[in-house]
């Protein structure tokens, strides 16, 4: 039987990390290849091709990095049966909800993993992580995932939970892909492979902003915001999505964004929350002002999404078609 063919794409993080000798702080490693072995067990079950993106504490991660590692992956995609991303856990549920959008239409998984020990310390989760992401990207699906443990979680639908080797990444509002075990077991609500035209559309305006309303939030912060001329806003809410609209009232702020042909998203502030402008008058006040719910999204699919729609288009009316529809089941 062929092995399928696997490319691991190396984007950093504490899997490839090393303690600095004299700060004790874990720094990236200068020689990955040393570190991220080619296991000889996970060569019995795939073919694994090993390719350097960069080499980076995810905290440093960027739009421009998630358009070099969509392109990198475009540049591959009929070369492999399926791709693992090496990447910080930090954010790596940005990064997993971006190329959700990147690369869309997908007939072959992209699995991203990582480790919160990094791979040449004793105990490390590195090793089985690997593995366990080598395998899934092997199996009949077909779309960005995150494995960590043995949780198959949709990409744009995954959140960092903990600290915690056995429980880093959740996910609050959908069902897990499947889990890793004897046997792998897959859930029929995952994509699943067969032939379709990748569509790449890889590019993200960052200029946006990104505000949590607090009692006592000042209306002038978001005036502050327009004026420095963010192309886009994403204003947290209480509950499923209310904000002030007596003494302190946002609605007349969001009204002049959106005149003013800027995008406002309203989120949410719940972990395992929906924003729901219709439950009540704070959320209904900021819809009929003009603002966009962010639904079911996490805040990462909700921000990456945002970020990619504003470098397709810059229209209002457009931004909010694809803010309300589901592109890549992130809603």
């Not at 089985?128 to 960005?144: H, M, P, R």
């Amino acid at each position: 039987m062929n092995r399928p063919k696997i490319c691991l794409l190396f984007c950093g993080g504490t899997i490839g990390m090393v303690k600095n000798p004299k700060t004790g702080a874990m720094q990236p490693a200068g020689n990955v290849s040393e570190i991220i072995r080619i296991f000889p067990e996970i060569q019995k079950h795939v073919q694994l091709d090993f390719k350097m993106v960069v080499n980076i504490d995810s905290s440093n991660m960027s739009p421009a990095i998630w358009t070099q590692l969509a392109t990198t992956i475009r540049d591959l995609y009929d070369q492999y049966d399926g791709f693992v991303v090496a990447h910080g856990t930090d954010t790596m549920a940005y990064t997993a909800s971006a190329l959700s959008f990147a690369l869309q239409n997908l007939s072959k998984p992209i699995v991203f993993t990582g480790s919160l020990i990094p791979l040449n310390e004793i105990g490390s989760d590195g090793r089985n992580n690997l593995i366990y992401a080598c395998l899934t990207a092997s199996q009949d699906i077909a779309e960005v995932c995150i494995v960590i443990g043995n949780r198959i979680i949709r990409g744009n639908r995954a959140k960092k939970y903990h600290e915690s080797i056995v429980a880093v990444f959740h996910s609050p509002n959908f069902p897990y892909l499947g889990e890793l075990g004897r046997p792998i077991m897959l859930n029929e609500w995952r994509k699943r492979r067969r032939k379709r035209t990748l569509e790449f559309k890889p590019n993200f305006d960052s200029n946006i902003s990104v505000l949590r309303i607090f009692p006592g939030f000042d209306p002038y912060i978001i005036e502050n915001v327009l004026r420095r001329g963010a192309h886009g806003m994403i204003l947290e809410g209480f509950g499923p999505g209310n904000v002030p609209t007596l003494d302190n009232s946002i609605i007349p702020k969001i009204e002049k964004a959106v005149k003013a042909g800027v995008p406002v998203i309203i989120a949410n502030q719940m972990e395992k929350g929906v924003t729901n402008l219709t439950a009540y008058q704070g959320g209904y006040q900021a819809m009929k002002a003009g603002a966009i719910s962010s639904k079911g999204m996490t805040t990462e699919a909700t921000i990456t999404k945002l970020m990619w729609a504003l470098a397709n288009t810059k229209k209002v009316s457009d931004i909010r078609e694809v803010m309300e529809t589901n592109l890549e089941g992130e809603l």
